[in-house]
């Protein structure tokens, strides 16, 4: 299988690790044999049709910091170049989220279906702009759109919802789906301030680089968006999202809820409307969990409430989501 | 599809209620049918080979106790009798589990597949005490064989571990898989005696009328089978597991793990060794869920641990997972 690799950051790199470390298991498991034909990062591109060695890649990447320095003619590649003139059957697409055009994401993924390429992205921006357009565009081209590194990083919320539930209906939801602020909102409730707990987020790491995204619920929205679309057919984008982050929670807020045995937590809901903020849950929910942990409850008709909870976000586990994703795309294609 | 049901105990009338509630659904989305050809009770049974008239049935049931007064002609065939007597294509499962001979389930399980029937169980029996040559049987007669509903109830535990963390290598789980000790167990850190907790789990019906299965941690064991077999491809059947059940937790025991900040779980886990056995669990671990929740955690290589709550028993939260069951088996055939 021929892949064309877009973004190669913490996500990119975790999972061509994976494909190195479990080759031979992939291949006798589940004939799958990525050969990844195309990368690029934000300093240049590395290109080999008949597919990079994936060792040499990872140490140029660890060396030089970036994989330009891959072969002696530097290549400065970018996405949709690769498009055109690589021949490939899926492209990955893992650049940074952005929710003003969604690019540079947005036209690896429109090219790369015009192309016939399934697409499997864990960029969030695209789908949270343009969910509807892009699930009709994969079909019109007869490709594969898969995504499952968008919601809850390594933990397989969307497929739980989609496949294991299947037969039932799920008639809401609601879901802490942004460890960030989950981590701060959570040392707030031990005892530090806002900023405090900002400033120990930051230094752990766990803040995006445009801080907006974590603190606005700009993240949590754009996962209640593609949770809506895919659990629950409805054909919407960020701006139906009713959004409020945590910046405006006071030390008074969470001394409140404590008060009524609750903690207040950065909720995103489908119940009828689409709703992000932060609110009151009761600290003997199975949704009420702390730390950077994320944790989604589906309410169904049958089945009653049923609550996953595992860690959203990490490189490694993100990059085990594009491993399913890329597996389930084997699979089809085999069958076909 | 034709089924002869086995039994008709809460789950078996939620599962005939669940048909006549979805058949519009159940046609129209997955073209599943379902005829009741057969079915019968403790007291007699009742048969029509193009299909029992379900609303019918249930009537009948509620008015006077059994199916037996379904027709005129009082039948008392047994489930051997029907598998020998009449056409169907899936047997489904739903007499009481017991962990000494399984039997009249295995029995019905094992006649059903040499007549080249498939099986969904929720019976867990004789899953727990012959998993590893019923899988065989099934194979042998090409068949499948489902039991969803032996672990969690509505809740796809199975499913998720098997399907959506394809691709993955679960290295352990652990998980509180009987809801009736946890009960017990929730009420006797909120303060009450053993006994005290014992009569009013009682009094709400939670209890198996052999209380054994409850408190002895056999339910619990009889899960820990099916989980290992089916998701860790271990052939083991109940005599491996190390089973202690709650009788000796002391109020004491549960004071102590307060102390710890922790609380006394019956817990099942599979991490080289399979054992159940009360012990303390710290109470900020998504694990440590109260009342009558099951919970499980699973840790995998790359994704990190992920833990599934919800209610583990329920007439209709069962029956759901039936359905789910006869879905695949729907979809399977239909393939072929």
Same mark, same amino acid.
């Given at each position: 299988?021929?892949?064309?690799?877009?973004?190669?950051?913490?996500?990119?790199?975790?999972?061509?690790?994976?494909?190195?470390?479990?080759?031979?298991?992939?291949?006798?498991?589940?004939?799958?044999?990525?050969?990844?034909?195309?990368?690029?990062?934000?300093?240049?591109?590395?290109?080999?049709?008949?597919?990079?060695?994936? $060792?040499? +890649?990872? !140490?140029? %990447? &660890? =060396?030089?910091?970036?994989?330009?320095?891959? #072969?002696?003619?530097?290549?400065? *590649?970018?996405?949709?170049?690769?498009?055109?003139?690589?021949?490939?059957?899926?492209?990955?697409?893992?650049?940074?989220?952005?929710?003003?055009?969604?690019?540079?994401?947005?036209?690896?993924?429109?090219?790369?279906?015009?192309?016939?390429?399934?697409?499997?992205?864990?960029?969030?921006?695209?789908?949270?702009?343009?969910?509807?357009?892009?699930?009709?565009?994969?079909?019109?081209?007869?490709?594969?759109?898969?995504?499952?590194?968008?919601?809850?990083?390594?933990?397989?919320?969307?497929?739980?919802?989609?496949?294991?539930?299947?037969?039932?209906?799920?008639?809401?939801?609601?879901?802490?789906?942004?460890?960030?602020?989950?981590?701060?909102?959570?040392?707030?409730?031990?005892?530090?301030?806002?900023? $405090?707990? +900002?400033? !120990?987020? %930051? &230094? =752990?790491?766990?803040?995006?680089?445009?801080? #907006?995204?974590?603190?606005?619920? *700009?993240?949590?929205?754009?996962?209640?968006?593609?949770?809506?679309?895919?659990?629950?057919?409805?054909?919407?984008?960020?701006?139906?999202?009713?959004?409020?982050?945590?910046?405006?929670?006071?030390?008074?807020?969470?001394?409140?809820?404590?008060?009524?045995?609750?903690?207040?937590?950065?909720?995103?809901?489908?119940?009828?409307?689409?709703?992000?903020?932060?609110?009151?849950?009761?600290?003997?929910?199975?949704?009420?969990?702390?730390?950077?942990?994320?944790?989604?409850?589906?309410?169904?008709?049958?089945?009653?409430?049923?609550?996953?909870?595992?860690?959203?976000?990490?490189?490694?586990?993100?990059?085990?989501?594009?491993?399913?994703?890329?597996?389930?795309?084997?699979?089809?294609?085999?069958?076909?």
């Amino acid at each position: 299988m021929r892949i064309i690799l877009c973004g190669f950051g913490v996500v990119g790199q975790s999972l061509v690790k994976l494909f190195v470390s479990r080759s031979e298991d992939l291949y006798a498991k589940y004939g799958l044999k990525p050969r990844v034909v195309g990368v690029f990062d934000s300093r240049g591109s590395a290109v080999d049709q008949s597919g990079l060695d994936l $060792e040499k +890649l990872i !140490d140029t %990447k &660890k =060396k030089t910091g970036t994989v330009k320095n891959y #072969s002696k003619t530097k290549n400065a *590649l970018s996405g949709i170049d690769m498009i055109k003139n690589l021949d490939a059957e899926v492209l990955i697409e893992t650049t940074a989220s952005n929710y003003k055009d969604a690019e540079p994401g947005m036209s690896h993924i429109t090219n790369a279906m015009k192309h016939k390429m399934h697409v499997i992205s864990v960029n969030k921006g695209p789908l949270a702009l343009a969910f509807p357009s892009l699930m009709e565009l994969a079909t019109y081209n007869q490709v594969m759109f898969k995504f499952s590194g968008t919601v809850g990083g390594g933990t397989p919320i969307l497929d739980y919802a989609k496949n294991s539930l299947r037969g039932e209906r799920i008639t809401s939801f609601a879901g802490i789906l942004n460890g960030t602020t989950n981590y701060i909102l959570t040392n707030m409730t031990n005892g530090l301030s806002f900023d $405090e707990a +900002l400033q !120990d987020a %930051k &230094k =752990k790491g766990y803040v995006e680089a445009d801080e #907006s995204l974590d603190l606005d619920g *700009l993240d949590a929205a754009a996962k209640l968006v593609i949770l809506a679309n895919w659990i629950m057919d409805m054909k919407v984008t960020m701006p139906d999202i009713d959004c409020t982050g945590i910046r405006t929670v006071t030390t008074s807020d969470i001394k409140n809820a404590a008060k009524n045995k609750c903690a207040v937590k950065l909720i995103a809901s489908c119940n009828k409307e689409l709703k992000v903020s932060p609110i009151e849950v009761p600290i003997d929910d199975p949704l009420c969990v702390n730390g950077t942990l994320n944790a989604i409850a589906f309410t169904s008709e049958h089945s009653g409430t049923q609550t996953i909870i595992g860690r959203g976000a990490g490189g490694i586990e993100t990059a085990s989501s594009i491993l399913r994703d890329l597996l389930d795309i084997r699979k089809e294609i085999a069958r076909i």
